[in-house]
Every structure is written in structure tokens, then in C-alpha cells.
């Protein structure tokens, strides 16, 4: 039988795949073309595992994914939030890897957050510049990412919607076992810890419907895990669009 490390190891790796080779099956090509150019910026070879959650590609695809699904209740430009959630994290390439965990947990050191910020609106501007981006939603696009982890309010309901499904990417599956296999937590001091957060985190109704709708799932991965290791979930679509 598999240990339980191992297990929740499979589902992981399961969930960074993608069976299209794109971010998401319900892109269009101009966003699809921003995904390849800001690909090179979503890596990182630090071993700290809150910053391979925060900032990787696998990140963007989850934010993605939780995005569009807010995006479905008919608020938010989608020209907007899509590109948006996509160059948010690139900043993060620019923050040297020795220093990046500090930019992580309680005690996370602001200015690392701001710098990521900067550093991303210049790499984002230019990879909206090589796709040719209309102006009228470049500029609330590279608006959005310079703040959206250091400003106390969104500026806007795309700035809310980016915000609340980079949150909701922490309840998502490969994010919520990847803290319990690399903190050594259980799942049940995670889930208490995310369940508290909700409401402090997320200002749409919709966000927190998520947030708990995914808590629950993860609930009932845990619950398999302890009856049986090898009854886990296998995922293979948390990363296309609903």
C-alpha cells in the first residue's frame, strides 16, 4: 500500500498537468498569448513551499480557473481580469530567491510585496505592448497588479474579482495539500485556518461560496485519506475552465 505521503505526492503532481497544453480550455487566443510570454516569469527554483504556492505557474492556472467562474456572475471585464490574473505574479521572478521567503507568512516583509508589485506592472506592460493590448484596458490591467497584495481595498470590481481568485487559489486542492505535505500540518489545522479567513479575505458572496464549497471537498479528501490512502481523488481538470 502507498505511504500517505506518497499519496497525496500522486494527486499533486496529477493536478500540475494540463491535458491541452494551454492555461485553460476556454482562453482565446490573445490571452493565450499573454500566458506563453508571462510562462518564463511563473518559475521558481526557491524550495520555500509558501512561495512555490504563491507565485508559480500552477498558481496562475487555479486563480484562472476560480476567475473565470466569478467572472460567470455576469460582473467583471473579462478583457480586464483574465490578462490580469495571468501578470499578477510575475513580478516575483525579480525578487531574488534568496530573500523570497521572507515575503511569506506572518511575519511577511511588506516591501518584498511592493516590489514584486513594481516589478511585475513593468514586465506585464511590455508583454501587453507585444500582443498590441488596447490602451483602455491595459492601463486598469497594470493598475490592478501594482497593489493588488499590498492595497487595503480593490480599486474596482475586476481589482475585487483578481483579488478574491488569487485567495480562493489557497483553497484550491494541489494548493491545500502541497501546505499540509510541506508545513506537516494536518489537514484539519489548515481547513480551521482557512475557514477563519474567509471572511476577512473575500468582499464577493460568490468568493465565499467558493472558499467553502472547496473547504468542504477537502474535508472529504482528508476523511479518505484516513479510511483508506489509496482512495484519494485523482484530478485531472482542476485547471480547465468550468
Do not use: C
Not at 480562493?168 to 495539500?177: G, I, K, V
Request: without cysteine.
Amino acid at each position: 500500500m502507498e505511504s500517505v505521503a506518497s499519496s497525496r505526492l500522486q494527486i499533486i503532481s496529477l493536478q500540475g498537468q494540463s491535458s491541452s497544453g494551454k492555461i485553460a480550455s476556454a482562453v482565446n487566443a490573445v490571452e493565450e498569448r499573454i500566458y506563453q510570454l508571462a510562462k518564463p516569469y511563473l518559475t521558481t527554483k526557491h524550495n520555500d513551499m509558501l512561495a512555490r504556492i504563491a507565485h508559480n505557474d500552477a498558481h496562475i492556472r487555479v486563480a484562472l480557473n476560480f476567475a473565470l467562474r466569478l467572472l460567470e456572475g455576469g460582473k467583471g471585464d473579462r478583457r480586464v481580469v483574465v490578462p490580469a490574473i495571468i501578470l499578477h505574479d510575475v513580478g516575483w521572478n525579480r525578487v531574488p530567491d534568496e530573500i523570497l521567503e521572507k515575503a511569506f507568512g506572518p511575519k511577511a516583509d511588506m516591501s518584498l510585496l511592493r516590489i514584486h508589485e513594481e516589478e511585475g506592472v513593468k514586465i506585464a506592460k511590455s508583454i501587453l505592448a507585444k500582443v498590441g493590448y488596447d490602451s483602455r484596458y491595459a492601463d486598469e490591467i497594470l493598475e490592478i497588479i501594482d497593489g493588488h497584495d499590498t492595497r487595503a481595498k480593490a480599486i474596482s470590481i475586476n481589482d475585487e474579482i483578481v483579488r478574491d481568485a488569487d485567495k480562493l487559489s489557497r483553497y484550491s486542492r494541489s494548493a491545500f495539500w502541497l501546505i499540509v505535505e510541506g508545513l506537516g500540518v494536518t489537514p484539519e489545522e489548515i481547513s480551521r485556518a482557512l475557514e477563519l479567513m474567509v471572511e476577512q479575505w473575500f468582499s464577493m458572496s460568490a468568493s465565499k461560496e467558493m472558499a467553502r464549497e472547496e473547504l468542504e471537498q477537502r474535508r472529504r479528501e482528508a476523511q479518505a485519506l484516513r479510511l483508506q490512502t489509496n482512495a484519494l481523488p485523482i484530478a485531472g481538470t482542476e485547471y480547465e475552465a468550468p
